[in-house]
C-alpha cells in the first residue's frame, strides 16, 4: 500500500482570513493544503494557488471529514470555519454554538482517530468580553458578552480538555480587527452582508450603499469614536504559518493575541480612507451599536515572544489602500 501524502487540513479555508492564510501556506511555506469548505461564505475563486485542493463539504459531515483523514495524513488542522456576526449571534445563538462550537467535533474526533495532534484555532479578542484594561493580554479575563465570543471561548476550552485528554496541542489565535486585502489586489475581503468598518467605509465611497454610519460620536475616546487595534489579513496569515511552525518544533499549547498593539478611531480611519481614495467618505453619525466597547487594542508582545511573529503592516493609509486596490480591481473579475 501507498504512503499516503501529508497535507494540512485548512477549514473555512475559501472565507476571508482563511483564503490570504492557504496561499501563504502554498506559496510562501511550499505546504500541500486541502481545505475542507462547504462554500457558504466561502469563495471559490479566492484558492489561487496551484495545488491546493477544495473538497467542497461541511465539516459538520462526519463522512467527509473521515474521507479527508482516510485519503490523507493529515499533519495538522488550522481551523477557520465559522459564523462571525456578532449582531446575528444574539437573535440567532443555536446557530453560532452549532456551527462554530459543535461542528468542530467532527474534526477533533477525526484528529483523535488519526493521531493528528496539531491545531491551530481563529479565535478571537471576543473571547475577552469587555475590556477591564487596554492594552489587553492573554491573562485578560475571558468574560464574552454575546454568543459569537462565548460559542469561540468555548472551543478553546474544548481544545484544552483534549490535549490533557488526546495530546492535540493548539495555538488559539485571537484576532483584534481583521482589515485590508493581499498586497497584490489579488484576493481580499467579501462578506455578505458586510458589517465590517473599513469595507463599509470604501463602499460609501463608491456609491455602492449611501452614506456610512459612524456608530457613536460620544464614547470615552480623544475623538468620541471606538478605537479598534486593526490587523492586517496578511500579517493573520503569517501569523498562522508561524504557529504551525511552532507546534511542529514541539511548542506546547498557547493563546496568543494577534494584533498590532496601536489602536486607530473609527474617524481615524475615515481620514484614512480619504487620504487613499482622494474622495470625501459620505458619512451619517448615528447612534452607537449595541455592545461595542470604546476601545479594544491588543497587547501584542505575547506573540513577540512565543511565535518569532509581529504585524509587518502597520501604516493606516497602506492596510486602507490594500483593501482599495481590490475592491476596486480584482473584485469586480473574481467575485
Ligand atoms: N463601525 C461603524 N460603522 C460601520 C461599521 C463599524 O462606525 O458601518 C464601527 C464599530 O462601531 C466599531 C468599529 O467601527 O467601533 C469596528 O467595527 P467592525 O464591525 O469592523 O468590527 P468589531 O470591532 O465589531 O469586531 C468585532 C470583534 C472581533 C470579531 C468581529 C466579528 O472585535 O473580534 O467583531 O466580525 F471578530
Redesign the pocket.
Known amino acids: 500500500m501507498s504512503e499516503k501524502e501529508s497535507v494540512i487540513l485548512v477549514t473555512g479555508g475559501a472565507g476571508y482570513i482563511g483564503s490570504h492564510t492557504v496561499r501563504m501556506l502554498a506559496e510562501q511555506a511550499g505546504r500541500r493544503v486541502v481545505v475542507l469548505d462547504n462554500l457558504v461564505f466561502g469563495h471559490r475563486e479566492a484558492l489561487i494557488s496551484p495545488g491546493v485542493e477544495l473538497v467542497e463539504a461541511d465539516m459538520a459531515d462526519a463522512r467527509s471529514v473521515a474521507e479527508v483523514f482516510g485519503r490523507y495524513q493529515v499533519d495538522a488542522v488550522v481551523h477557520f470555519a465559522a459564523f462571525?456576526?456578532?449582531g446575528e449571534s444574539v437573535t440567532e445563538p443555536l446557530k453560532y454554538y452549532q456551527n462554530n462550537t459543535a461542528a468542530p467535533l467532527t474534526v477533533l474526533a477525526a484528529m483523535r482517530e488519526s493521531g493528528c495532534d496539531k491545531f491551530i484555532f481563529s479565535s478571537?479578542?471576543?473571547t475577552y468580553g469587555d475590556p477591564v484594561e487596554v492594552p489587553m493580554s492573554e491573562s485578560h479575563p475571558q468574560n464574552p458578552i454575546n454568543p459569537?465570543g462565548r460559542s469561540k471561548l468555548m472551543l478553546e476550552q474544548i481544545l484544552a480538555d483534549c490535549e490533557r485528554a488526546y495530546g492535540i496541542r493548539s495555538v488559539r489565535l485571537r484576532?483584534?480587527?481583521a482589515c485590508g486585502c493581499s498586497l497584490d489586489g489579488r484576493i481580499g475581503e467579501d462578506h455578505d452582508p458586510e458589517?465590517?468598518?473599513i469595507p463599509?467605509v470604501l463602499r460609501a465611497v463608491l456609491g455602492e450603499t449611501g452614506p456610512?454610519?459612524?456608530?457613536?460620536t460620544d464614547y470615552p475616546t480623544p475623538d468620541g469614536t471606538?478605537i479598534?487595534d486593526y490587523i492586517h489579513v496578511e500579517d493573520l496569515a503569517s501569523a498562522h504559518v508561524r504557529a504551525l511552525e511552532y507546534l511542529e518544533g514541539g511548542g506546547a499549547t498557547t493563546a496568543c493575541n494577534l494584533g498590532t498593539g496601536k489602536g486607530a478611531s473609527?474617524r481615524e480611519i475615515i481620514e484614512a480612507a480619504e487620504r487613499v481614495t482622494g474622495k470625501e467618505v459620505p458619512v451619517r453619525y448615528g447612534e452607537r451599536?449595541e455592545g461595542?466597547p470604546p476601545e479594544?487594542v491588543a497587547n501584542a508582545a505575547f506573540a513577540r515572544e512565543t511565535l518569532d511573529w509581529e504585524a509587518k503592516i502597520v501604516d493606516l493609509d497602506q492596510i486602507i489602500g490594500s483593501a482599495w486596490a481590490w475592491m476596486t480591481g480584482e473584485r469586480k473579475g473574481h467575485y
Open positions: 462571525c456576526y456578532v478571537t479578542c471576543a459569537y484576532y483584534f480587527n458589517t465590517h468598518l463599509n456610512m454610519t459612524v456608530f457613536g471606538c479598534r473609527v451599536r461595542d479594544l
